[in-house]
């Protein structure tokens, strides 16, 4: 007689959310005796979604409010001196001589500025936004500092402020892309993915090679499935920087969201071949080989990532996934543990190890994990089926049948359900129940061709033969290799 079902897998976990967009800031340099220049500086937060401009000022002696003529010109040098360093990434030390200038002259605009700038860069965002607005007390009409200071409450989540902000600083200087940009980041931050697209293409417009814009915008595009323009987008922008690593990864994923795997493997394997210590594109390349059906290639990606990332839970899921497609179920088993060593309220892992447990007919093992799952997410329905098949295997019918019939109760048109809760009933003898549950089985699912042929066992104990071939009959018809038993 065919018993339950053994309860299906949950699919591999998803690939992360979209990469980090460049790590690399362009910051620009304002001087009274210069055009503006960039220079790629480092971002505070590898994690930020976006990737803004970031300006800062470079004072002379020209440019300042006269108080003493020696103080304002030791504040000046103090300052520029900061600025080399902040430029050589010795923030904290910028930060230090930036305020024995303002010891000097409390009063320099610059300065604050660029204070603020420096202390955003460490993440302390409220003294920065404070600078910023001490700053603008003395100069108004900085559209530098205005747009900083969107950069700053950026970074607070405080996103209505800074496109007002945003909106100061173009309303001073309309030419200004990098404001574009930033405010477009703020907007689909809030929401106005939209109106983000609309100011991404501002920023490119007045400069078309805006590579952080541009691959803003296509990440924006992307997250609105217009992904055909998200990858000549970003095409665009790895033309311009071709070994801009975070672009091509977020490349890579916008091929996978338009289903182009093939392409979106190549631009993995291209990163890792350039970055071998990139987890996360190990990570994503193991994930897209796992859906191609490489498991041994999608297996070595994950250790790989994990090797260079070991808190990973789902790279251990997921290669736990791999090595229970592959049936090495004690692999299996020893990776879950180990997820859920880093995440142990992760439903699908605890429901994935029951399942390999099940597999290793270790049904006492796999009760707990299917309860645990349950505990985590109650409205599981595979984990409350696989509880109900873990309790009929271990031989506690009674605990399988409540189990099947608190499940039923909240999702009466359940084949599988209304199948397994039959079993049970057939192996506690109870035939006229039991045919009653396979017939409602039928019934939601008339196909169902395990359900016609174990109903026909069942007929045959309530010595109803004639029914009992029909049935036999017509399991054979829908699945040609159940055969009546001889």
């Known amino acids: 007689m065919a018993l339950g079902n053994e309860p299906a897998k949950v699919p591999f976990n998803p690939s992360r959310p979209r990469r980090l967009i460049a790590t690399v800031a362009k910051l620009e340099i304002c001087s009274t005796h210069s055009k503006q220049k960039t220079l790629h500086f480092s971002n505070r937060n590898k994690n930020s979604l976006f990737e803004f401009t970031l300006l800062f000022l470079f004072a002379l002696p020209s440019a300042l409010h006269a108080q003493s003529a020696t103080a304002n010109n030791a504040a000046v040098e103090i300052n520029n001196r900061g600025l080399a360093l902040y430029q050589s990434g010795k923030v904290d030390e910028a930060i230090i001589l930036y305020r024995k200038a303002l010891a000097l002259n409390p009063d320099f605009p610059e300065a604050l500025s660029n204070l603020g700038l420096a202390l955003d860069s460490k993440g302390q965002d409220d003294e920065a936004v404070a600078d910023f607005n001490q700053a603008l007390k003395f100069k108004p009409t900085d559209s530098i500092t205005e747009s900083n200071l969107g950069l700053a409450l950026y970074h607070q989540k405080k996103y209505d402020d800074a496109i007002a902000a945003y909106q100061k600083a173009l309303a001073m200087r309309p030419d200004l892309p990098q404001a574009y940009n930033g405010m477009a980041a703020a907007l689909q931050a809030s929401g106005r993915t939209d109106e983000a697209i609309v100011a991404y293409r501002k920023a490119i417009a007045l400069q078309p090679k805006y590579v952080d814009a541009m691959n803003n915008l296509a990440a924006a595009l992307d997250s609105r499935q217009q992904s055909d323009e998200a990858i000549r987008t970003y095409q665009q922008a790895l033309a311009l920087s071709p070994n801009a690593q975070d672009i091509r990864a977020n490349y890579a994923t916008a091929l996978r969201h338009a289903g182009r795997n093939d392409e979106a493997i190549a631009a993995y394997r291209e990163i890792v071949s350039k970055h071998p210590d990139d987890a996360h594109a190990w990570f994503d390349l193991g994930h897209l080989l796992y859906k191609a059906g490489h498991l041994d290639e999608s297996i070595s990606s994950l250790q790989k990532s994990l090797a260079l990332d070991p808190k990973q839970s789902e790279a251990e899921f997921n290669l736990a996934r791999a090595y229970q497609d592959q049936q090495k179920f004690p692999d299996a088993i020893a990776e879950y543990q180990k997820g859920l060593a880093l995440k142990p309220d992760d439903a699908h892992a605890h429901y994935n190890l029951g399942n390999a447990y099940l597999s290793q007919k270790e049904p006492g093992s796999a009760i707990p994990q299917f309860r645990r799952a349950l505990d985590v997410q109650p409205d599981f329905p595979e984990a409350s089926i696989a509880l109900g098949v873990a309790l009929m295997q271990s031989g506690d019918l009674d605990g399988a049948q409540t189990a099947f019939e608190k499940f039923i109760a909240r999702k009466p048109d359940d084949a599988d359900a209304r199948f397994n809760l039959a079993n049970v009933l057939f192996s506690k003898a109870q035939y006229i ?24 066992i069942t007929l045959q104990h309530l010595k109803n033969n004639k029914a009992a071939q029909h049935e036999f009959d017509e399991a054979h018809r829908l699945d040609p290799t159940l055969e009546p038993p001889k």
């Open 433 to 456: 129940p039991a045919a009653e549950s396979y017939r409602e089985a039928i019934r939601i699912r008339p196909e169902f061709a395990h359900a016609h042929y174990n109903l026909a």
